[in-house]
């Protein structure tokens, strides 16, 4: 927590608007939304859904980039961009050597683009930590991502792949993002943290980022054949309310496979019940978009 409160003493909790992404023949821009897939807990499924999710948006018409902010490069490699095509990743961009633009590449889904990560963000935090802007540093980047040349891609989504934890990589995707996508495991230990990580996101819009929302909990990895997966799935719903996406992720071995071979499961099985489920799930979070647009109409 002191990073938030670090960044928020020197911020002042101002907020600098994202500037608007020109579309064509439109009377007002408008941005890329930003969702942060975040989850301190490591093993939930969180690379994995901003994988597919951002796939299964991609294939029912969305334009996507995927920021892959972990240092481990699993959203990378299940991508199937390898080590030698990361000449310029996410720490170029986020510690202001290069723009986000130059570090974007293409993926074998149409319409589907990802900035790739290094090793190197392993020591961001030790490098920027005394900056003022430590905090902002992902959000100015994304910035620069709305100014739209002519022959480049206009993003309608921006999906944040956020590491296993609660350090300042973490806070900067919250700071950028417009909401947080939680996966949630439906395992024994599912509860645990999850308040934590409530805290974490309120204490982040009350300083850093007020527009800050949660966008929805996505239970992953059930297992129809355990009672303790349905009881978790009470006890979530229970908590958390109309949080909770109706979109419940199956434990599915084609889903566990597919990125051994660099492929989202929607490409390498667009039959199998894990695939069918990122589908539900899309459709479901552009519903809650439309939604989210009428309140903010209103």
Do not use: W
């Not at 002191?2 to 500037?19: L, T």
């Not at 409530?198 to 054949?225: S, W, Y």
């Amino acid at each position: 927590m002191a990073d938030i409160e670090k960044a928020a003493d020197v911020n002042s909790g101002e907020v600098v608007p994202f500037p608007g992404e020109p579309k064509p023949d439109a009377a007002a821009p408008t941005p890329a939304r930003v969702l942060a897939v975040a989850n301190q807990k490591g093993g939930v499924g969180k690379t994995t859904t901003a994988i597919n999710l951002g796939t299964a948006l991609a294939a029912i018409g969305e334009r996507v980039l995927i920021i892959d902010l972990d240092p481990q490069g699993n959203a990378s490699t299940g991508l199937g961009i390898d080590q030698k095509s990361r000449q310029i990743s996410t720490y170029d961009l986020i510690t202001g050597e290069r723009p986000l633009r130059e570090a974007i590449l293409a993926t074998a889904v149409p319409h589907l683009h990802i900035a790739p990560s290094t090793m190197d963000l392993s020591g961001f935090e030790l490098e920027v930590g005394h900056s003022r802007d430590r905090a902002y540093r992902l959000r100015a980047a994304l910035g620069k991502l709305n100014e739209v040349a002519p022959g480049q891609v206009a993003y309608t989504y921006v999906l944040i792949d956020c590491p296993p934890s609660l350090n300042l990589l973490t806070i900067n995707a919250m700071a950028a993002a417009n909401a947080i996508l939680v996966p949630l495991q439906c395992e024994f230990f599912a509860l645990e943290g999850l308040s934590q990580l409530l805290k974490t996101v309120e204490q982040v819009k009350q300083t850093l980022n007020p527009e800050l929302a949660i966008h929805g909990i996505v239970l992953t990895m059930f297992d129809a054949r355990n009672n303790l997966s349905g009881q978790v799935v009470a006890d979530v719903r229970a908590f958390m309310g109309a949080k909770v996406y109706d979109t419940i992720i199956p434990r599915n071995v084609r889903v566990s496979e597919a990125p051994s071979y660099g492929k989202p499961v929607l490409v390498y099985d667009l039959k199998c019940v894990g695939s069918e489920a990122y589908l539900r799930l899309a459709t479901e979070i552009i519903q809650r978009e439309k939604q989210f647009r009428e309140r903010r109409a209103s």
